[in-house]
């Protein structure tokens, strides 16, 4: 007597996909699982979320299937779904990222929401420096909702770099980002001195490399995580050459990692740099404001 086969739909519905994709993601513990598969299946059929709700019963074809079902293996595997899907979503704007760049964390809209505040509030436009801008979401965000900040933006990755331009023209403002390839730690871009910079270096610990989700870990570009060193590097740097980099009256934006606080605090405050920080919605410092003394 043969074993009954389970019921497979002969035609699979975006209602189906999706109910089916739930339940495959939860049982591999893979978090937001309705999500992911929803946005896996959005990004198939180029269509918005919207359109799973009112158009559920569209059936996919064998092509659309296929490429569903690689996206699946991917994704169980712990690759970012963001690298799957090949755009990620920061501050309302959606952005091209690929695995030579960052994904974007909600801690650097923090960041971005205090440059804007800082921007909005000056009556002149403003020649500003992007630390390792990766995809570009610090300038370019920032550049489409202030048409007064003009960008320099210093990566070592020449790939990341080319990800910023394609996400600059994404959103109209290639013409106000000046993108250069070169390792800041050694290397001070032509265009300065600047009234605001923004960085969000490598500030990964990296004895604590290995402590981290496999996503991040084993996907994400190790030299955007760690310094390979206790993850301070960038900071001592900037605090080196802020008196070549900064204008009289500029302002510093630097994330910084959890616990960090007082460490970032000694390395500035030895440079002669005032710095206060602020906190993500959990109480903990997340970026740090420097300007010159006095």
Not at 15 to 37: C, H, M, P, Q, Y
Not at 198 to 203: A, D, E, G, R, S
Not at 242 to 266: H, K, N, Y
Request: proline content about 6%; charged content about 25%.
């Amino acid at each position: 007597m043969h074993a009954r086969r389970p019921d497979v739909p002969a035609v699979w519905t975006i209602r189906d996909i999706v109910n089916w994709g739930k339940e495959f993601f939860t049982s591999k513990g893979i978090d937001e699982a309705r999500l992911t598969i929803e946005l896996m299946v959005c990004s198939v059929l180029s269509i918005r979320r919207i359109e799973l709700y009112t158009d559920h019963d569209r059936p996919l074809t064998k092509e659309e299937l296929a490429r569903l079902r690689e996206m699946v293996q991917r994704r169980v595997k712990h690759e970012p779904l963001q690298y799957i899907i090949g755009t990620a979503d920061f501050f309302g704007l959606t952005f091209e990222v690929n695995p030579s760049v960052l994904i974007p964390r909600p801690e650097t809209e923090i960041l971005v929401d205090r440059v804007l505040r800082h921007v909005a509030a000056s009556d002149r436009p403003l020649n500003c420096l992007d630390v390792g801008t990766g995809s570009g979401i610090i300038p370019v965000t920032i550049a489409k909702n202030s048409p007064t900040t003009q960008w320099t933006c210093i990566d070592l990755s020449g790939p990341a770099l080319t990800c910023a331009h394609a996400n600059a023209v994404r959103h109209g403002v290639a013409d106000r980002l000046m993108l250069v390839e070169g390792d800041f730690l050694d290397t001070i871009p032509a265009g300065g001195p600047w009234d605001v910079v923004t960085m969000n270096p490598p500030y990964i610990d990296q004895s604590e490399i290995n402590e981290l989700q496999p996503e991040v870990r084993d996907f994400e570009p190790i030299e955007a995580l760690t310094d390979k060193a206790d993850g301070l590097t960038f900071y001592r740097r900037f605090a080196e050459v802020s008196a070549d980099i900064l204008t009289p009256s500029a302002m510093a934006f630097l994330e910084i990692g959890f616990g960090q606080s007082e460490a970032v605090r000694t390395i500035l405050t030895s440079a002669g740099l005032h710095c206060e920080f602020i906190a993500d919605l959990a109480g903990v410092p997340r970026v740090s404001l420097v300007h010159r003394q006095g």
